[in-house]
């Protein structure tokens, strides 16, 4: 039987009305109108009512004549956030309805912490019912694997977004025991999931067969963190759904883009979002195709809006029209960082990506850290795996050593030792941290 024909992404129609285009005049002329339109608000906001930015845009116009001429305009960085958030605030505190406050593994100094109204968290709640959309529909049943302890969570407004949109949201949060979340799932008859990818890993990985055979699932959402392909591959091998990737982060108001059925990459809420990539050396923006860093500037938010913010995450928009047939731009899935790419020397590297498609292609794995260390003249790799009784160590350090990076590092004798220690199941570390990629060598080395 024949493929269905993919459907277009409800971002298309909604995107057009909030720019006040009909969907069959959508274009990206449009799109870019209204966008430059906003990135002018923003300035104008910004200046006007943000202590910071009046400082970092005194000697830059509010009323450019164009996109191209924003790309002179300075980037915002973490650092800046974190270093006194308070000074980017628009409104009064008064106004501010949600306080979100937290710091990356190892980051020293104060943590970031975002400021957002009533009306910032009502534009995500709305992005999360039509970018859900996507893939359920009114009476499905979704387990909500997210925080949603706290009003105003991710998971607290992706579950309000699923009540509007006549589904139901299972306010399960972060998984802690394997058992009981499958148990929960079974009980409650779900067919979709949202969830932390290593999370939804280590279900997987840790429940069984019998287990997974009791659920109905057709559609699994996979958020917070970089979504590498042998997840995907596991997930649905396992459960029989298809899996589609979200891309957002808390700076962006935590949505950003998500797949459409052609699953090839995020349309964005551009309505919301003016998106570039740059080159993450000099900062000049790439062309169309190339790979680069993340950079966004918010469109409507006015409680704390950020202008060129650096994300550090590499990606690239994908050249020519998606499938589906929108107008919106594609940007592809997001697999690594600018930190997580290590130099192993003459023109060799080791990113997460490499270790993602090998470690996860591993069953029984289903999380690790790694970090490079110079021990003497030579560097060490050291991998911490995090798996079930599958997870085989051998066959965790023959997967290490054929990354194409680490083997031309060890057979020029510049990579030494790759150690790794096996834990079984501790299923609080998928909950607490993120997999990382630590480089630990000294800046003389």
Known sequence: MADSPLKQTPLHSWIAHKIGSSPEAFTRDAILSYQLRKVRE?????????????????????DMASLDEFKTYPFTTAEDIRRDPLQFLCVSQNEIQRVVTWGSSGMTGQPERIFFTRADQERTIDFFQVGMSTFTAPGDRVMILLPVERPGSVGDLLAIALERMGATGIRHGLVRDAAHTMAVMANEGVNGVVGVPTQVLALVRNAGMEKSNRLRLKTALLTMDHVPQAIVRAVEASWGCKVYNHYGMIEMGLGGGVECQARRGYHLREADLYLEVIDPI???????????????????????PLIRYRTGDISRFIPGNCPCGTALRTLEKVRSRVSNRLDLGNGHCLTMADLDEALFSIDGVWNFTASLSREGRMDHLHVEVW???????????????????????????????????????????????????????????
Do not use: C
Not at 47 to 59: A, C, D, M
């Open 42 to 62: 923003t300035l104008y906001l910004a200046r006007g009512k943000s202590i910071f930015y009046r400082s970092k845009l005194s000697s830059f116009p509010p």
């Open 282 to 304: 000099d900062g000049r923006t790439v062309p169309e195709g190339e790979y680069g860093e993340v950079v966004f500037t918010t469109l409507t938010r006015r409680g704390m």
């Open 387 to 445: 798996g079930t009784g599958e997870a085989k160590l051998h066959a965790v350090q023959q997967a290490v050593e054929t990354i194409p990076g680490v083997r031309a590092a060890r057979e020029s004798g510049r990579l030494e030792v790759v150690s790794m220690m096996q834990k079984e199941d501790p299923f609080g570390f998928s909950g607490q941290a993120k997999r990382t990629l630590v480089d630990r060598r000294l800046p003389s080395d």
